[in-house]
């Protein structure tokens, strides 16, 4: 499975965008790629996924590079709600097991 | 729908003591997971199933036994609690038929201290 990068932390103004970047340089042809968050210790909660295309929904957007290295999960308008862990995950279409592994993530907080 | 649900919420165990994490989900999934987050660190896979009477290990499943006798149900065994295992435990469902990707669903979390 390819493994993610992405920052620590990052803050981002109420109202503002946040762009939350993550790299997945080793990502094999077959993975999508994942977004989930997980707010105050509650269970990590699915946002979007996409495999080459650009995808929006009612909460976010997701920008995947050309070559597939790199994605951006974007928040439009965040609020002091958005302030949580969010987790990049690469992982293989349905079919299988599917084995996602959740590393430490980036902890965005939203400041008012 | 209630999505998947877990029992109890929090615990405290003695250690050398057992005691059973459930997880029952009601979307009809097929596969369903248990994970483990320590503070501060991502989540853990303990074991997984894919389906009722199935099951296998993920990355940590020393000290944890599961079993699956019916699609809903997915319980965690604890056999002799040791400190290391205070953690928070979730439980995860997903559908897949083999199609389009998908997407798991997580519980609530049970959070267990051992002592």
């Known amino acids: 499975d390819a493994k993610t990068t992405q920052p620590t932390s990052m803050d981002c103004a109420e109202g503002r965008a946040a762009n939350l970047p993550c790299n997945h340089s080793t990502i094999s042809g077959n993975e999508y790629v ?9 269970g990590p909660q699915y946002i979007i996924h996409g495999l080459k295309n650009n995808e929006t929904n009612e909460m976010a957007s997701l920008i995947i590079t050309e070559d597939r290295k790199s994605s951006t999960l974007i ?16 992982s293989p279409d349905s079919g299988g097991y599917q084995k996602v592994t959740f590393g430490t993530g980036t902890k965005l907080q939203v400041i008012p | 729908n209630a999505g998947v649900t877990q029992t109890p919420k929090f615990r405290i165990l003695k250690i050398g003591q057992s005691m059973t994490l459930q997880c029952t989900q009601d979307m009809n999934h097929n596969y ?11 989540l853990k896979l303990i074991y997984y199933s894919v389906g009722a009477g199935i ?12 079993s699956r006798s019916t699609t809903e149900d997915f319980p965690l065994r604890l056999e002799l609690a040791a400190p290391s295992q205070t953690s928070v435990y979730f439980c995860a469902s997903r559908w897949t038929s083999g199609g389009a990707p998908d997407t798991q669903y997580f519980g609530p979390g049970t959070r267990l201290t051992v002592l």
């Open chain 1, 34 to 42: 994942y977004w989930y968050r997980q707010i105050h210790s509650q």
């Open chain 2, 55 to 66: 099951t296998d290990k993920g990355e940590v499943p020393n000290g944890y036994n599961v």
């Open chain 1, 75 to 90: 928040l439009p308008h965040a609020t002091l709600r958005d302030t949580a862990v969010y987790y990049c995950i690469v």
């Open chain 2, 32 to 42: 369903m997971y248990w994970y483990r987050q320590d503070p501060g660190m991502g």
